[in-house]
């Protein structure tokens, strides 16, 4: 069983910019590079709770459940695909966040 990223699907560092895919990035880490997988899936522990406490959006947190639960199993890949359905939400959300209070755009996991 192999597993790939299309090129268009592989996040580089400087493009996450938001709590999401800071979150793919560290997932993504743990796909292609078996030997810092160790050290991604602590930085995932991390985050997870940081980003289910800032996200209210129960589509957004039931998706982060999910991506927990398929990391736990070993389903790496599927959880980078169920991070990338939620890009459009969180697009919207930080938006309106940015409406609200053009001087604050949340950049990393836990900014508010």
């Given at each position: 069983?192999?597993?790939f990223l299309?090129?268009?699907?592989?996040?580089?560092?400087?493009?996450?910019?938001?709590?999401?895919?800071?979150?793919?990035?560290?997932?993504?880490?743990?796909?292609?590079?078996?030997?810092?997988?160790?050290?991604?899936?602590?930085?995932?522990?991390?985050?997870?709770?940081?980003?289910?406490?800032?996200?209210?959006?129960?589509?957004?947190?039931?998706?982060?459940?999910?991506?927990?639960?398929?990391?736990?199993?070993?389903?790496?890949?599927?959880?980078?695909?169920?991070?990338?359905?939620?890009?459009?939400?969180?697009?919207?959300?930080?938006?309106?966040?940015?409406?609200?209070?053009?001087?604050?755009?949340?950049?990393?996991?836990?900014?508010?």
């Amino acid at each position: 069983e192999v597993q790939f990223l299309l090129e268009s699907h592989v996040l580089q560092p400087e493009e996450a910019s938001t709590p999401l895919k800071q979150l793919y990035f560290i997932v993504q880490v743990m796909l292609m590079n078996p030997q810092g997988a160790a050290d991604a899936r602590d930085m995932f522990r991390r985050s997870l709770p940081l980003l289910l406490a800032n996200f209210q959006n129960e589509q957004v947190r039931s998706t982060l459940k999910q991506v927990d639960r398929l990391v736990g199993e070993g389903h790496v890949f599927e959880a980078l695909k169920a991070i990338r359905s939620l890009y459009p939400l969180e697009r919207a959300i930080l938006g309106a966040q940015q409406d609200d209070n053009p001087a604050v755009m949340p950049l990393a996991v836990g900014a508010r």
